[in-house]
């Protein structure tokens, strides 16, 4: 995990210069998307590699995320439109 605040230079895989400790998260945990166009819409769907690496945390994340989303005003609350 980076904190932004203390990343003085990057690459585009990993942190170059910084401030602080550095920890590697191993790649079970998570995973580097790279895509070599600017925006994958110009490839074709068929062609994009789907991570599902994240889908395996939704149980826990989605309650999070819709709580924070709600939070901050961007979903309505439970029972409003």
């Known amino acids: 995990m980076y904190v932004?605040?203390?990343v003085e230079?990057?690459?585009v895989h990993?942190?170059?210069k910084m401030f602080g400790e550095k920890f590697k998260v191993p790649l079970?945990?998570?995973?580097i998307i790279h895509s070599p166009v600017r925006t994958p819409t110009?490839?074709?769907l068929e062609k994009l590699h789907i991570d599902t690496r994240l889908w395996d945390f939704k149980d826990r994340?989605?309650?999070?995320?819709?709580k924070?989303?709600?939070s901050i005003?961007?979903?309505s609350s439970e029972g409003q439109s």
């Open 42 to 44: 110009q490839v074709p």
């Open 28 to 31: 079970e945990v998570c995973r």
């Open 9 to 11: 230079q990057t690459s």
């Open 4 to 6: 932004h605040r203390a």
């Open 61 to 66: 994340l989605l309650p999070r995320v819709t």
């Open 14 to 16: 990993e942190v170059l």
């Open 73 to 75: 005003g961007l979903l």
């Open 68 to 70: 924070v989303l709600r």
